[in-house]
């Protein structure tokens, strides 16, 4: 008989517009973090290392990249005889087929897979934070305070706590009330999207608000359960919690990697964090080149210099060439003769000799200021950059561009440039 | 494919010196982030074949954790798949692997339950990318009984380590000598043979009656008469890494653009255990040159002309220059290397010294890395 004492339901099927291009081909969770991994590493090295081996991943927005990192989680010692981890997107029903129209709905839909598994707790995560956290000591905190939903929270400095949903309890935790976003807010413990529901619970509340439309955790499922009188209990994470949600936030997660002892450390032997290698060899750094205060990924050949940034595995940055405070993914190439400053370049791109990427004058972007701002460059996947172009800072481009798309050779700052192309 | 695979991993060679004290040569560490047995494997499962046995004596421990899982060779398969052979006590025989030959032999009953027509046997410690169905075909087109892999070497090559060969101009071999005292051809094998897994089987049973163990002088020297054995050249880049000499200059031959490329960007790929390390980490003060640095290493001094396996730390104000250092060595501050090869899991102290004069220095010092 199959039995699991707890299964995670990993949440990964949001587009995390604030992404800007970056998530234009790819949900948020598939997005590279810290050189070598996705988003999606962090909570599935958790839960390989918390102890669940049983692990729905629900997907809806482009899930390609998604899936084939994913495959049988071969990585994260996920492929399993029973569990392991299964890939659950929308699918179509006898009845009304809809997609996943909210957090709790996606879960709802899968009431039968975690049936088929038995188990006395569901874990529900989010595949967009960078963080490492045992779920089994938060699993010990539920059973032991008696809770029948624990939700995991983390203390934030009291005048950012209006930004989060807030969670109010008493000195044993136990939760007695809840504010969203609030203008004053009476706590600063943060919920952080973790949740562990003792199944009969979870099932129970599912199934009772089933006709609400876009069925969510935070605004129908919880409150539900809270009315009703269940015991909600707070668990308080003290450690390394990075919501990577937009394109600043993004960038500052991975140039705290490269502090001499950064406060989110991968070089621990203890609490890895596993990811797909597709390239194994070694980085090559060449003669002339100069490289402080960065890591780089396997493969890359570094023949210019690379200061206070993080690079990717495959990558090659060209000879005379000056990168700063930059993130380049995987499977980049950047020509000779360039300077880099302050940019996000997303995975294969091909970037021409003599360009300039961030060099000039700030100004606000004219399409969505609201996503590209701090000054960075976002260059989306797959990207095409003539040789002998300057981008501005603040700006996008996207695509297949050639020399007739920058006038002059410039792309001012604030700009937006995205083509179709493939 | 129509071959199944064998691959001699047993052995040892004193031209190693300290480097062999912990590991067989199969699984030595090259090129950074491989074992030596990696591009043998690698080779087989881009050749498709399905079915490999790895036969393992001497000092196997490393090897087998190597092994431990076949998926990253893709030979995690239910038909056919990666076997482990290393010498076992029956009812019948208590011997070591006395040879080669014999070290098959032990395990007969494996090619006799297979179906696949052909044999590729080739060793773990050598370095280089084939196509074993173009051996195949040319040995098939041959009507050979044996294909000998075979390479001319440069002149100052040391080629008395190795088994040379002369052909005819068919390129049947007419003369096998196994480490010549007297060097007569620069034309040595590889080591890397193709057979008919019946033949095979019978010259094994044959020289096992005759208590002959060796497959080169036992089978290869002493039936080059009666049976045809024809040479196979390759002007591809092939290496052996037996010595520490050959050790040192295969992984240096990895700092040239033209080699990297071959093995790291042409298809097909090389592959190893992925061992989840972290992107490699430079400091302030880090500057490297003319290096490969592997994943999980950090490095805060300097390092040129050399190559970093997996998980070095590299102190602040070091100066490595010419040298290895293999995986998981801590390298404390102010230390000097230069012209070294470090042994893996080593704890170098602060303000060490160590330059190899007259040619590559081992260095092992087995310090403890955690005092408590």
Redesign the interface.
Known sequence: MIKKEMIAMLLAGGQGSRLGVLTSKMAKPAVSFGGKYRIIDFPLSNCINSGIDTVGVLTQYQPLKLNTHIGIGIPWDLDRNIGGVTVLPPYEKSGNSEWYTGTANAIFQNLEYMENYNPDYVLILSGDHIYKMDYEVMLDFHKESGAEVTIASMPVPIEEASRFGIVIADEKKKITDFEEKPENPRSNLASMGIYIFNWKTLKEALIAKADQPALDFGKHVIPYCFEKGAPMYTYEFNGYWKDVGTLSSYWEANMELIDIVPEFNLYEEYWKIYTKSDILPPQYIASNSVVERSIIGEGSEIYGQVYNSVIGCGVVIGEGTVVRNSIIMNQTQVGSNCIVEKAIIDEYVQIGDNVELGTMEEKENDTKPGIYNHGLVTIGEKSIIPSDVKIGKNSVVSGVTDSNDYPDGILDSGKTLIKAGE | MRALGIILAGGNSKRMKELSHKRAISAMPV????RSIDFTLSNMTNSHIQKVAVITQYNSRSLHEHLNSS?WWDFGRKQGGLYTFTPTVTPDNSNWYRGTAESIYQNILFLKRSHEPYVVIANGDCVYKMDYNKVLEYHIAKKADITVVVKDMPADAEIERYGTVKMNEDFRIEEFEEKPMVVKSTTVSCGIYVIRRRQLIELLEKCAEEGRYDFVQDILIRYKDVKRIYGYKINSYWRNIASVEDYYGTNMDF?KPEI?NY??KQHP????K?D?L???????????????????C?VNGTVENS???KQVFVGNNCYIKNSIILNDVYLGDNTHIENCIVESRDTIRANSYHVGENGIKVVVEKNERYVL
């Open positions: 090129a950074g982030s491989y998926k700092l990297r093995f790291f790929d090389v592959y190893s992925v989840d972290p992107p490699a980490k430079y400091n302030p003060g880090a500057q490297v040159k003319n290096s490969l640095i592997s994943s999980g950090i190559i970093l396996f």
